[in-house]
C-alpha cells in the first residue's frame, strides 16, 4: 500500500531534550517536506527536500532541522525542543518532475507534539 | 511571498444541499492543490489543478489562473464531507507550498 509513515504518533516531552521525528515513504518520491499545524494559523511549511542532500527552508524553519540521506527518509530533528514548538506535525512527499512544478502530495498521519 | 484566502471561513450544510469554497491567491502559480482534513485530522488531496476543470464524484473543482482565483464545488452534501478543506499552492518558480486558512464546512442530517 502506498503510504506515508511517521513516527511516533504522539510525543510528550520536556525542554531542551533532543527528539527525532522520522517520515517514510514507499512511493519512490524525490520531493517530501514537513509541515506543522497551529489553530488559526492553519499549515506552515518547516522544510522541504527537493531529492536526497537537496534541502531548502520553508516559512517556519527556526529550531528545527532536516536531513535526506536516504530517498525515502525525511527526519525533522529539534536539536533543542520548547513549548512554542508544541504543535501537529505532518510530513508529505510528491512525486517531481525535473523543470516543473511538482505533483499531487500525499501527507502522513501526523504527530501531535507537546513540550512541557 | 504568496498570499492565500479562502472564503467562507466557516459553513454550515443540510445535508444534501450544495457549496461552493473560494481560494483567491496573489500572484502567478505552477501548483494548486485542494485538500481536505477530516474530523480525525488526515489530510486527503482532493484536486492537484494549477488550471482548468475537474471533477472527480460530487466534488469538481475550476481553477481560472488568469483571475487568481479555483472554486471547489461540493455537490449534495453528505455528513463525511465535513471537515476542513484547505487550497495550497506555489508560486511560479517556487517549490514552497503556501496554504491558505482553511474553510470549515459542518453538513449536518
Known amino acids: 500500500e502506498a503510504q506515508v509513515t511517521q513516527n511516533p504518533r504522539y510525543l510528550i516531552t520536556v525542554t531542551g531534550k533532543k527528539l527525532t521525528v522520522t517520515c517514510s515513504q514507499n512511493?519512490?518520491?524525490?520531493?517530501m517536506s514537513w509541515y506543522r499545524q497551529d489553530p488559526g494559523l492553519g499549515l506552515r511549511q518547516i522544510y522541504y527536500?527537493?531529492?536526497?542532500?537537496?534541502?531548502d527552508k520553508g516559512d517556519v524553519p527556526e529550531g528545527y532541522k532536516v536531513s535526506r540521506k536516504e530517498k525515502r527518509n525525511f527526519p525533522l530533528i529539534l536539536e533543542s525542543p520548547s513549548p512554542n514548538q508544541t504543535s501537529l506535525y505532518f510530513c508529505?512527499?510528491?512525486?517531481?518532475?525535473?523543470?516543473?512544478?511538482?505533483?499531487?502530495?500525499?501527507f502522513g498521519p501526523g504527530t501531535r507534539l507537546t513540550v512541557l | 511571498g504568496i498570499q492565500v484566502e479562502q472564503s467562507p471561513p466557516d459553513l454550515i450544510l443540510q445535508e444534501g444541499a450544495n457549496s461552493t469554497l473560494r481560494c483567491n491567491f496573489s500572484?502567478?502559480?505552477?501548483?494548486l492543490q485542494w485538500f481536505h482534513q477530516n474530523p480525525w485530522g488526515q489530510l486527503i488531496n482532493l484536486f492537484y489543478?494549477?488550471?482548468g476543470t475537474k471533477q472527480n464524484g460530487r466534488l469538481s473543482a475550476t481553477t481560472v489562473a488568469t483571475e487568481r482565483y479555483s472554486l471547489l464545488y461540493i455537490s449534495s452534501s453528505q455528513t463525511t464531507d465535513s471537515g476542513v478543506y484547505f487550497c495550497?499552492?506555489?508560486?511560479?518558480?517556487?517549490?514552497?507550498?503556501?496554504f491558505g486558512k482553511g474553510t470549515k464546512l459542518s453538513v449536518i442530517p
Open positions: 508529505a512527499s510528491s512525486l517531481y518532475t525535473s523543470g516543473g512544478p511538482y505533483n499531487e502530495q500525499f
Open positions: 527536500s527537493m531529492n536526497v542532500e537537496v534541502t
Open positions: 489543478i494549477p488550471s
Open positions: 512511493m519512490n518520491h524525490e520531493y
Open positions: 500572484d502567478s502559480v505552477n501548483n
Open positions: 495550497a499552492v506555489s508560486g511560479a518558480g517556487s517549490y514552497q507550498l503556501t
